[in-house]
């Protein structure tokens, strides 16, 4: 199953994401823009082994990456980076090489000037980034990323077990302290209080 239509992907993008918004339309473009830099004619279906991106937001735009890419989180294909840019860097492993995909500041002004007739803002975005050229949208920039074998999807090792809360950690997140191997969490990047 080679690219989609951008309608098609839209009607998918509406299911999963629970809407349709300038979100979604941006988001899609932003992958489909990716994946034909870098030459992938079937990103979901045939090369879909080839590809990792890595999204910096967590907002709408974000889940329409997975719709065009097959990028899962739950299968390490999709890594988060809060950076809170709407922008996704496109891996492609077998070429060993990336393509960051930045929407542009200047993209809400141009739909603003494309369809100054309408009134409501999503509407507005939603029309004119259907319309908008990639260059219109985007900031391109072909980039490096270092993704160690434990990133990876398919990375087998064995678990290991902390010392202070005898939790399980895979894909060496562990982290050695004064000799003793500890989760992330009980070396200090705990994001919670135990009541
Ligand atoms: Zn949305
Ligand atoms: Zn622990």
Known sequence: MPLKTMAEYERLAEQAHGHMCAGQVLGLRMAICGVRLLGL?????????RLVAFVEIDRCATDAIPIVTGCRLGKRALKFRDFGKVATTFCDLQENRAV????????????????????????????????????????????????????????????????????????????????????????????????
Request: aromatic share 6%; hydrophobic share 30%; glycine share 6%.
């Open 100 to 195: 960051r995909v930045a929407a542009r500041e200047s993209a809400k002004e141009r739909a603003r000037a494309t369809h100054p007739e309408i009134a409501d803002k999503n509407r507005q975005q939603m029309l004119a980034y259907r319309e908008l050229t990639d260059e219109e949208l985007f900031e391109i920039q072909w980039v490096r990323v270092a993704i160690g074998p434990e990133d990876l999807p398919g990375y087998k090792a064995p678990r290991v077990v902390c010392a202070a809360c005898g939790e399980s950690v895979s894909f060496k997140r562990e982290v050695v302290r004064d000799g003793r191997t500890l989760c992330r969490s009980c070396a200090g990047e705990r994001y919670y209080q135990p009541l």
């Open 41 to 49: 004619e079937d990103p979901a279906g045939r090369d879909r082994k």
